[in-house]
C-alpha cells in the first residue's frame, strides 16, 4: 500500500516570508498512464479540504499563483512564496485521483503565521 | 461550478445505522465520480469509499468493507452514504468528494456532515 509522510508536521512562519512543506511517498506514484497522481489540499478549520494543486503542479482555477507544487517519484514539494494570514491551516499531500480510488492522505502539516 | 450540499448533523446510538446524503447542485452526478471521506475531531482525513454512479461502479477502503452501502437517486441527483453497525469511534466528520471520472480538472467537496455516536 502507498504511504504518504509528511514533514514538517508543524510550521510556524512570518507573514510574507515564504513556506515549504515536503511529502514523501515509499513508492513511486507514476500510474499506469505515466500521470503522477499528487494532490495538495489546504484545511482551514471548520472547513472542507479545498484542492490547490493535481498532478504534481498543476494549480486548480482560484488558487493564488503564491502556491506551487513540484516533485517527482517519491519526493514533493509544496511551496507558497509568501504567506499570507489567510494561509493558515492544515496542508496535506493526497495520492491518487477521483477514478479509480483510492485517496492516501499524508498525516498534515498544520502552517501557522506569526 | 458544481456544489456538493450535505445532510445535517446526526447524533447515534452504538450498534445503529446513519445515513448521509450529498446532493448535486446541478441535480445530477452524470460525469462524477463520488468519494466519501471521514475526519475524526482533531484527526487526518481517511478515504471510505468510492463510485461512478452512472456506472454503478463502486471501490470500497479494506477498512469499511461489508460497513458502508453507497447509493444514488437519479432522479434527485443524490448521493448516499450508509454506515452500519456504528461505534464511538465512528463519531467524525462525513465528507463527499465529486470530480470528473475522466480527468482530475475539477473537484469539488461538501460542507461535511457531523456524526456522533455515543450512548
Same mark, same amino acid.
Given at each position: 500500500?502507498?504511504?504518504?509522510?509528511? @514533514?514538517?508536521?508543524?510550521?510556524?512562519?512570518?507573514?510574507g516570508? &515564504?513556506?515549504? +512543506?515536503?511529502?514523501?511517498? %515509499?513508492?513511486?506514484?507514476?500510474? @499506469?498512464? *505515466? %500521470?503522477?497522481?499528487? %494532490?495538495?489540499?489546504?484545511?482551514?478549520?471548520?472547513?472542507?479540504?479545498? *484542492?490547490?494543486?493535481?498532478?504534481? =503542479?498543476? !494549480?486548480?482555477?482560484?488558487?493564488?499563483? !503564491?502556491?506551487?507544487?513540484?516533485? =517527482?517519484?517519491?519526493?514533493?514539494?509544496?511551496?507558497?512564496? !509568501?504567506?499570507?494570514?489567510?494561509? $493558515?491551516?492544515?496542508?496535506?499531500?493526497v495520492?491518487?485521483?477521483?477514478?479509480?480510488? &483510492?485517496?492516501?492522505?499524508?498525516p498534515?502539516?498544520?502552517?501557522?503565521?506569526? | 461550478?458544481?456544489?456538493?450540499?450535505?445532510?445535517g $448533523?446526526?447524533?447515534? !446510538? &452504538?450498534?445503529?445505522?446513519?445515513?448521509?446524503?450529498?446532493? $448535486?447542485?446541478?441535480?445530477t452526478?452524470?460525469?462524477?465520480?463520488?468519494?466519501?471521506?471521514?475526519? $475524526?475531531?482533531g484527526?487526518g482525513?481517511?478515504w471510505?469509499?468510492?463510485?461512478?454512479?452512472?456506472?454503478?461502479? +463502486?471501490?470500497?477502503?479494506?477498512?469499511?468493507?461489508? *460497513?458502508?452501502?453507497?447509493?444514488?437517486?437519479?432522479?434527485t441527483? /443524490?448521493?448516499?452514504?450508509? #454506515?452500519? *453497525? #456504528?461505534?464511538?469511534?465512528? /463519531?467524525?466528520?462525513?465528507?463527499?468528494?465529486?470530480?470528473?471520472?475522466?480527468?482530475? /480538472?475539477f473537484?469539488?467537496?461538501?460542507?461535511g456532515?457531523?456524526v456522533?455516536?455515543?450512548?
Open positions: 500500500d502507498v504511504v504518504m509522510t509528511q @514533514s514538517p508536521l508543524s510550521l510556524a512562519v512570518t507573514l516570508q &515564504p513556506a515549504s +512543506i515536503s511529502c514523501r511517498s %515509499n513508492q513511486s506514484l507514476v500510474y @499506469s498512464d *505515466r %500521470n503522477i497522481y499528487l %494532490n495538495w489540499f489546504q484545511q482551514r478549520p471548520g472547513q472542507p479540504p479545498r *484542492r490547490l494543486i493535481y498532478k504534481v =503542479s498543476d !494549480r486548480d482555477s482560484g488558487v493564488p499563483d !503564491r502556491f506551487s507544487g513540484s516533485g =517527482s517519484g517519491t519526493d514533493f514539494t509544496l511551496k507558497i512564496s !509568501r504567506v499570507e494570514a489567510e494561509d $493558515a491551516g492544515v496542508y496535506y499531500c495520492h491518487g485521483t477521483h477514478w479509480p480510488p &483510492p485517496l492516501t492522505f499524508g498534515g502539516t498544520k502552517v501557522d503565521i506569526k | 461550478q458544481e456544489h456538493l450540499v450535505q445532510s $448533523a446526526e447524533v447515534k !446510538r &452504538p450498534g445503529s445505522s446513519v445515513r448521509v446524503s450529498c446532493k $448535486a447542485s446541478g441535480g452526478f452524470s460525469s462524477f465520480a463520488i468519494s466519501w471521506v471521514r475526519q $475524526a475531531p484527526q482525513l481517511e471510505m469509499a468510492g463510485f461512478i454512479p452512472v456506472f454503478g461502479s +463502486i471501490m470500497y477502503a479494506q477498512k469499511f468493507q461489508g *460497513r458502508v452501502t453507497l447509493s444514488t437517486d437519479e432522479s441527483g /443524490t448521493a448516499y452514504m450508509q #454506515l452500519s *453497525r #456504528l461505534t464511538p469511534e465512528d /463519531t467524525a466528520v462525513y465528507f463527499c468528494r465529486g470530480g470528473s471520472y475522466r480527468d482530475d /480538472t473537484d469539488v467537496w461538501g460542507r456532515t457531523l456522533i455516536v455515543s450512548s
